[in-house]
């Protein structure tokens, strides 16, 4: 009888050391569904009805705790996802929307955590970006683990999530056709090394909104499809101009293929596929064709074309009394009419925000400048909320320099 049980016993054995190695096998294979690797390339291979996911064979840990992600081209719609998740998270959903997985989402800047509907956390990421994702090692103690995500090497943000980091997985998330990214399992990251960097990339905390437009320090550069009139890559300032900075410029730096560069204001809320001054709220100096555009698709004759080297100005003349005004949105000041032209580039398509009837608030006068002289002057009503420095370009190739505070130190 003794002899059975040692034998039953040894098969028992043989079999547990045969699990142990069946799952450590699987724990450091990794695990990827509708996506190709290619070497350090991961593309998306589903119909963009499926979401794609990839989860790194090793979790971080002390000696690994910190990884990045290389947008490469963002496809149909740029639904990339960077984040950490458990060993075994369902592949057909993105990282941060199961509980225990946490994730930076580059289309839309979001942090989703554990929850499909996610929080604003960052500014959205196009090709060429870089999204980082880490732990902090001085984190480690308490049970919880601090995560932290970065772009183009600065700290966007962190979050305090439960559990070690040895049960947190590298997952990328894709979700549209064209999709690809450039993965660094072995990515470092740190303060000291990124001096230089973070003091290049000290501006983009000024911008509020930005639309297919990339910022690196003061340089502004258009990145979107630049192929029709719904192409307007926005940036929009953070706060709005007022009785202490009351002005702006931009450099152009590249006029790009057409030079579809507009300076102006508009309020907050502004469509962000609309150029400055196409819709109600908002107006602005045209570079291609000279023209003021003042709530209208239809624009004015108002100064001189700009090129590349041209500096472009915008600001306001605030009346000694301006205390600044929270009625409704206003309208612009009402131009006699003029002939309509029909212009494909400009057409005036009514967005259903557009509709119904509104307030005027305050009334401040609104100046130009192109290389430091004043170009025209225009009388406007202030949107509820204030007026915001707004640019808009649209056409493959075209930079600029700006400065939010050309008139400070």
């Not at 293929?257 to 309020?267: P, S, T, V």
């Not at 555009?293 to 041209?310: I, K, N």
Request: glycine letters at 12%; proline letters at 4%.
């Amino acid at each position: 009888m003794d002899d059975i049980n040692l034998h039953y016993r040894f098969l028992n054995w043989r079999r547990r050391i045969r699990e142990i190695r069946e799952v450590r096998a699987v724990r450091y294979r990794e695990r990827f569904k509708r996506m190709l690797r290619d070497g350090d390339l991961l593309s998306y291979q589903g119909n963009s009805d499926e979401v794609g996911c990839y989860v790194a064979p090793r979790p971080l840990s002390k000696g690994n705790c910190y990884f990045e992600v290389t947008i490469v081209d963002t496809g149909v719609r740029g639904m990339i996802a960077v984040g950490l998740v458990p060993q075994y998270y369902k592949l057909d959903h993105q990282p941060g929307w199961l509980p225990h997985s946490v994730a930076y989402h580059a289309d839309d800047g979001k942090l989703y955590n554990g929850n499909t509907v996610g929080q604003q956390f960052g500014p959205k990421c196009n090709r060429g970006d870089r999204i980082g994702c880490g732990i902090y090692l001085e984190s480690l103690e308490d049970g919880q683990t601090t995560v932290l995500f970065t772009k183009n090497g600065k700290e966007v943000g962190t979050v305090v999530v439960p559990g070690s980091p040895e049960a947190l997985y590298p997952a990328v998330g894709m979700h549209s056709l064209g999709e690809e990214v450039q993965l660094d399992l072995q990515a470092e990251w740190g303060m000291e090394e990124e001096d230089g960097l973070m003091m290049v990339d000290s501006h983009e905390d000024e911008w509020g909104r930005l639309h297919d437009v990339r910022v690196t320090g003061t340089l502004l550069e258009y990145v979107g499809k630049g192929k029709s009139i719904v192409d307007v890559g926005l940036a929009q300032s953070r706060l709005p101009l007022n009785t202490r900075c009351h002005y702006y410029e931009l450099e152009i730096t590249d006029s790009g293929e057409k030079c579809y560069i507009a300076l102006g204001l508009a309020r907050r809320d502004y469509p962000k596929n609309r150029h400055p001054g196409w819709s109600r709220g908002s107006i602005a100096y045209h570079a291609d064709d000279g023209k003021l555009f003042q709530g209208s698709g239809v624009g004015d004759a108002f100064g001189p074309r700009c090129f590349e080297g041209d500096v472009m100005g915008c600001g306001i003349m605030f009346p000694r009394d301006y205390t600044g005004d929270d009625s409704d949105d206003g309208d612009l000041e009402v131009r006699p009419k003029q002939q309509r032209v029909q212009n494909d580039l400009y057409m005036n398509d009514e967005d259903e925000e557009e509709d119904g009837e509104e307030q005027e608030g305050s009334k401040v006068m609104v100046f130009f400048t192109r290389n430091g002289k004043v170009v025209g002057r225009r009388e406007v009503a202030v949107p509820a909320g204030g007026f915001y420095p707004t640019i808009g370009m649209m056409s493959t190739g075209e930079k600029i320099r700006v400065d939010l505070h050309p008139l400070s130190g």
